[in-house]
Structure formats: structure tokens, C-alpha cells
């Protein structure tokens, strides 16, 4: 099977801007890449640490979050490639407490991440991440847990942060990271900012900045939720403008965000399943929750300052259950109308993170005394933190579906 193409900057129908960091007045700080590179042998060996096995029809995906002294897998001083918008531990957080839970499904146990088992899962393959930025704080914990076996070396045909290629040269393993907010085409209004203006959103047009690209893929994760929160303008049908989410114009109908996103999903998916040489997984992660903010939105005022988990089993609610439906029904009907040898597969992994209130940056994404202004950040994920058993998850599903 090929390679996966690079993307092509010229390509870019969406700017490269985060989900509620607004920088007044510098550039983006930190790059993909961290500012060392540890001496990590290339193929060097870890403990094996998959003893347990998963019972056949146990739910991973269901369960509770449990006290656990061997976490975490890494820190941001043995893995280069945290950005700095999630290094906490590098801009101060007090509490590391949050470190210490892993996720224990009901009726059985998930296996701790083996990052030689991945590679050997991996080797000869190539696998693309698809989405927004919390598709990139997905990637980069898959990378920080893969570097206790190897280094990757960054093949990037881009300067552009937002699409990074590389490869782990031992395994033949190539990993991509290809945004797209809104999965579909998009563009901001005229004398609009990415996070306060207007969007136009095509939702019946795949993106060209990841579709094109994905033919010689053997895995695709494909992730989006946040991005639809803005006011937009929503084309179909060619073009035509059908309604809005927020945009108080007259004469056009408001609908919802659950109409965006279901509708991007499912122009997402039916492209993917109908893709001419596509052979390979998609995997679909569900949405992280937007509900965990608390006295006051993003932009006023609101944070999140919980320490541990929630005690209780919270469910998901309100508008996190209404797109995360939207995500599981539009699955299910790509999944039965994808064509023979593509094979689709959900990650639902809402439930496990809607318990998971302190494993956000908050303020500690930067140092308090920088001439920024950014937004407190309850949407990311700490690296190393919670995030990290998304990849638990995944390896487990590659396994299983094996």
C-alpha cells in the first residue's frame, strides 16, 4: 500500500488558530516539536505491561476512573513533544494528583499502554489524525508513549505546525496530523476573527486539506466537536445557504449545532467509505466534553480548577448528549454503507472523559507574567494526563481488530 501523501500548505482552506488560546501580539509558542530530543535508543525495550487481557464483549468504554501509584507514563521532561499550551507541569501546576487515576472499565481491565506492542501493531502501516486541535493533543500523548521505544524523525514537507508528518524509521511506521475544525470546507466571514466572527461551512464538501491525502492510509482517527460552537453559516447543496447556528440574519433559518455536525460527519465518513484505493480503519473518536467550565464561558471568565475526578458517575448531558448522538448515529450508518474491506470503528470515549474536570490546562499553559492574552483552557488536556488512555484504547481496538 502507498505511502501517505504530505500535504500541500497551498492547500489550507482553514487558519491555523487554537480553540480558546487567543495570542494578542506574538506567534504561536512552542512548536509541534519540544526544544530537545532525550537519548532514547531507537528500539530500545520496556517492561511488558499488557498481562491483562480483555474479556471478550466487556465495554471498555464504560467504567470508572480508580486510583493509580503507577502513573504517569511519562513527564514533560522525558518526552520533547508536549506543546507548550499542555505542558502543566512546565508552567506550574500544584497539584499532580491529577496524574495518578488510570480508567478501569466495568466488569474487566484495560491493559496499560505498551508502546512496543503499538509499534509491532503499527509496523509497515501509516496512520493520519484528523480533526482539530484536540485531534493534535491526541497525537502528540501517542507520540510521548511511543518514545520510551523510539524517536521519531519529522518528515514534514510543512512548516505549518497544524500538518506534521513523521516516521519511525524501525517500524516503518508513519504518523500524520492533518486539521480541519470542521471536517468539511470552511472560511471565516469577512472582517471576522476565528474565535468570535462568522463561519461559512460547506457541509456537504469534504475538506481538501485532509481528504485527498488520506487514499494510501492505513488508519484514519477522525475527531471534531468544539469548532461547531461557533456561529456559522451553513451551505448545501451546492452552495445554497439553508440556515444558521447564531448568526441573527434575517430571513435565515437558525438551526442547530447538531445539525452542522451531524451533517460534517456524515459528509466525512460517506467520503472516506467511498474513497477509490481506501483499504484501511477509521477510527472514530467521540467528542470531549464542552461542559467543563465552570463561572462563565470560555471567554468570560470561566475555568476549571477541580483536582481529581468526580466521585460520583456523571452522565453525559445536555448538549455533550446531543453531539455525542449525533457522532454515534452518523457512525453507524457510514459503518453500514461503507464499501468491502473498509473497516469502521468508534472510540467513545465521552463517558470516561466527561469524569475527567481536572485534567485540563486551566491557567497552566503559560507563565502567569506573559504579555498574552489567553483564555482559560478547559478544553485541551494536560500531557502526560487523562488524555493519555485515548491511546490506551486505541491499542487495545487495534488489537481486537486484528
Not at 506543546?83 to 494528583?97: A, F, S, T, V
Request: charged content about 20%.
Amino acid at each position: 500500500m502507498q505511502k501517505l501523501r504530505l500535504v500541500n500548505p497551498t492547500a489550507l482552506s482553514l487558519p491555523a488558530v487554537a480553540i480558546v488560546l487567543l495570542i494578542v501580539g506574538t506567534r504561536l509558542r512552542g512548536s509541534f516539536f519540544g526544544t530537545y530530543s532525550p537519548a532514547i535508543p531507537s528500539g530500545s525495550g520496556v517492561r511488558n505491561s499488557t498481562s491483562a487481557v480483555v474479556p471478550e464483549g466487556c465495554d471498555i468504554f464504560r467504567g470508572e476512573w480508580v486510583p493509580d501509584d503507577g502513573a504517569p507514563y511519562y513527564t514533560n521532561r522525558s518526552c520533547a513533544f508536549i506543546q507548550e499550551h499542555q505542558n502543566c507541569m512546565k508552567y506550574g501546576r500544584p497539584d499532580l494528583g491529577f496524574l495518578r487515576w488510570r480508567w478501569r472499565p466495568d466488569g474487566c481491565e484495560l491493559p496499560r499502554f505498551d508502546a512496543a506492542r503499538f509499534l509491532q501493531v503499527v509496523s509497515n502501516r501509516s496512520m493520519a489524525f484528523v480533526g482539530d486541535s484536540l485531534a493534535r493533543n491526541h497525537m502528540q500523548s501517542l507520540v510521548c508513549l511511543l518514545s520510551k521505544v523510539e524517536y521519531p524523525k519529522d518528515i514534514s514537507t510543512t512548516d505549518n505546525q497544524e500538518f506534521r508528518t513523521l516516521y519511525y524509521e524501525s517500524h516503518d511506521f508513519t504518523l500524520s496530523i492533518y486539521r480541519s475544525p470542521f471536517l468539511v470546507k470552511a472560511n471565516l466571514s469577512d472582517n471576522s476573527d476565528s474565535d468570535h466572527g462568522l463561519w461559512n461551512l460547506y457541509l456537504d464538501e469534504p475538506d481538501d486539506a485532509w481528504l485527498p491525502f488520506m487514499s494510501g492510509a492505513d488508519y484514519i482517527i477522525i475527531s471534531a466537536a468544539s469548532w461547531f460552537t461557533h456561529p456559522s453559516l451553513f451551505y448545501e447543496a451546492g452552495g445554497r445557504l439553508v440556515g444558521c447556528k447564531s448568526c441573527n440574519l434575517p430571513g435565515v433559518p437558525e438551526l442547530t449545532l447538531r445539525y452542522s455536525m451531524r451533517a460534517a460527519f456524515r459528509t466525512a465518513l460517506r467520503a472516506i467509505a467511498g474513497l477509490e484505493g481506501f483499504t484501511g480503519t477509521v477510527v472514530v473518536r467521540t467528542l470531549t466534553p464542552t461542559s467543563h467550565f465552570e463561572g462563565g464561558e470560555w471567554d468570560k471568565g470561566g475555568d476549571c480548577r477541580r483536582t481529581r475526578p468526580y466521585a460520583a458517575r456523571v452522565g453525559v448531558a445536555g448538549q455533550d448528549l446531543e453531539l455525542h448522538e449525533a457522532q454515534v448515529e452518523e457512525f453507524a450508518a457510514a459503518k453500514e454503507g461503507a464499501a468491502r474491506g473498509v473497516r469502521m470503528m468508534l472510540m467513545d470515549a465521552t463517558a470516561a472523559m466527561v469524569l475527567r474536570p481536572d485534567g485540563h490546562p486551566s491557567r497552566y499553559g503559560h507563565w502567569a507574567n506573559e504579555n498574552v492574552t489567553l483564555y482559560n483552557d478547559c478544553v485541551h488536556w494536560c500531557l502526560p494526563g487523562p488524555v493519555d488512555v485515548w491511546n490506551e484504547m486505541l491499542l487495545h481496538m487495534l488489537l481486537a481488530g486484528a
